[in-house]
């Protein structure tokens, strides 16, 4: 009796996975990750750190409420986020004459609400673990409001590094809520070629796994930890640039 090995339908060789994936189709699904990725995180960053220097140096009435509301907001689940930004940016929703669902701009706002409380809350650690003489001696010095917090922040920038490229980790892996607000689009040039739409790496990944491609899942599971990976090494180089 002939034994058929279980995974041969799945386990094909890499070549012969990848031949309906051209590198313009490729290269444009890295470009949608990186754009979508990259703009939420930009505004993530300016909102996120503006908030942790107004909770930061202001003391008001619930303070420490909103400090657990963005605790709290890091473990947004990404498909609850997504059904909600879904229901603001449908044709029946609040948002919909802007006419951005299943979009890249649907996308960056889902992103950008899910990497705000991880910008937020790991700045505003970074600030209220600074040393609270710093900004008595800024003071004793002959310095303002304005410039203690200058002093401050100088001396918290690279637990603020380490908020934003946590916050680009959080956007770059999410999966859950663009694929319900970008539906995972890929079009068709006039020339037959396929390009990325609201396609990400991480969408992509999910399609290619449902297919039973999981050579390709891998491929672009590489491709997403290497970008990953190069933005954080940017990151830690500016960093310990800045250490010198």
Same mark, same amino acid.
């Given at each position: 009796?002939?034994?058929?090995?279980?995974?041969?339908?799945?386990?094909?060789?890499?070549?012969?996975?990848?031949?309906?994936?051209?590198?313009?189709?490729?290269?444009?699904?890295?470009?949608?990750?990186?754009?979508?990725?990259?703009?939420?995180?930009?505004?993530?960053?300016? =909102?996120?750190? $503006?908030? !942790?220097?107004?909770?930061?140096?202001? %003391?008001?009435?619930?303070?420490? /409420?909103? &400090? @657990?509301?963005?605790?709290?907001?890091?473990?947004?689940?990404?498909?609850?986020?997504?059904?909600?930004?879904?229901?603001?940016?449908?044709?029946?929703?609040?948002?919909?004459?802007?006419?951005?669902?299943?979009?890249?701009?649907?996308?960056?706002?889902?992103?950008?609400?899910?990497?705000?409380?991880?910008?937020?809350?790991?700045?505003?650690?970074?600030?209220?673990?600074?040393?609270?003489?710093? =900004?008595?001696? $800024?003071? !004793?010095?002959?310095?303002?409001?304005? %410039?203690?917090?200058?002093?401050? /922040?100088? &001396? @918290?920038?690279?637990?603020?590094?380490?908020?934003?490229?946590?916050?680009?980790?959080?956007?770059?892996?999410?999966?859950?809520?663009?694929?319900?607000?970008?539906?995972?689009?890929?079009?068709?040039?006039?020339?037959?070629?396929?390009?990325?739409?609201?396609?990400?790496?991480?969408?992509?990944?999910?399609?290619?796994?449902?297919?039973?491609?999981?050579?390709?899942?891998?491929?672009?599971?590489?491709?997403?930890? $290497?970008? !990953?990976?190069?933005?954080?090494?940017?990151?830690?180089?500016?960093?310990?640039?800045? &250490?010198?």
């Amino acid at each position: 009796m002939t034994t058929v090995p279980l995974l041969s339908p799945v386990f094909t060789p890499i070549p012969l996975q990848l031949s309906d994936f051209s590198v313009d189709y490729l290269v444009s699904i890295i470009a949608v990750t990186l754009q979508v990725s990259l703009t939420a995180v930009a505004l993530a960053t300016v =909102a996120g750190v $503006a908030l !942790a220097v107004v909770v930061g140096f202001t %003391d008001f009435p619930g303070k420490r /409420l909103v &400090e @657990a509301v963005i605790n709290t907001g890091m473990g947004f689940p990404s498909v609850v986020v997504g059904l909600v930004v879904l229901i603001m940016l449908s044709n029946t929703g609040p948002l919909g004459e802007f006419d951005l669902l299943f979009s890249p701009g649907a996308m960056i706002i889902s992103q950008f609400i899910l990497a705000l409380p991880v910008v937020a809350s790991v700045s505003l650690s970074a600030i209220e673990s600074v040393d609270e003489s710093l =900004a008595d001696a $800024a003071f !004793a010095a002959g310095g303002t409001g304005r %410039d203690v917090q200058v002093a401050v /922040l100088r &001396e @918290a920038r690279y637990g603020i590094t380490t908020a934003i490229l946590a916050g680009f980790g959080r956007a770059i892996s999410e999966v859950g809520s663009v694929l319900i607000v970008g539906g995972n689009i890929a079009l068709n040039t006039p020339t037959g070629e396929r390009v990325s739409f609201t396609r990400t790496l991480t969408t992509a990944i999910t399609l290619e796994a449902r297919k039973g491609e999981i050579e390709t899942g891998i491929v672009l599971g590489v491709v997403l930890v $290497a970008l !990953a990976l190069t933005v954080n090494a940017l990151g830690n180089a500016l960093r310990a640039r800045g &250490e010198h």
